[in-house]
């Protein structure tokens, strides 16, 4: 399994904008990939996914703000989120797998704030 490193998480206010990248120690052409968030207290639950073939998923709450995006070459998949609220505050998490039956990897997660 590939490990993988996520960054770019910080703080933000409300309105602005961040990019999360997700760096993996191998290759991950044949991964689907995911973000996953989990603010405290609640669930961890899917932000967006992107297959090997580029067809992208997202969690309704997402609403044209996010954009999951890959890179290959360089084992990275970037989550680009704009239109940022409170309410998006949590810890998000990249998960890498070969199919939607299997745990995959996770990263240690990058903490995001967002303030009013």
């Known amino acids: 399994q590939v490990q993988l490193v996520e960054s770019g998480g910080g703080l933000v206010q409300a309105g602005g904008s961040l990019r999360l990248s997700c760096a993996a120690s191998?290759?991950?052409?044949?991964?689907?990939m995911s973000w996953y968030r989990q603010a405290p207290g609640k669930q961890r639950t899917l932000v967006a996914a992107i297959t090997k073939s580029g067809t992208t998923t997202y969690g309704d709450f997402v609403k044209g703000r996010f954009t999951i995006s890959r890179d290959n070459a360089k084992n990275t998949v970037y989550l680009r989120m704009s239109a940022l609220r409170p309410e998006d505050t949590a810890d998000y998490y990249c998960?890498?797998?070969?199919?939607?039956?299997?745990?995959?990897?996770w990263g240690q997660g990058t903490q995001v704030t967002v303030y009013s």
């Open positions: 191998g290759s991950i052409s044949s991964l689907i």
């Open positions: 998960n890498g797998r070969l199919s939607v039956a299997m745990d995959g990897s």
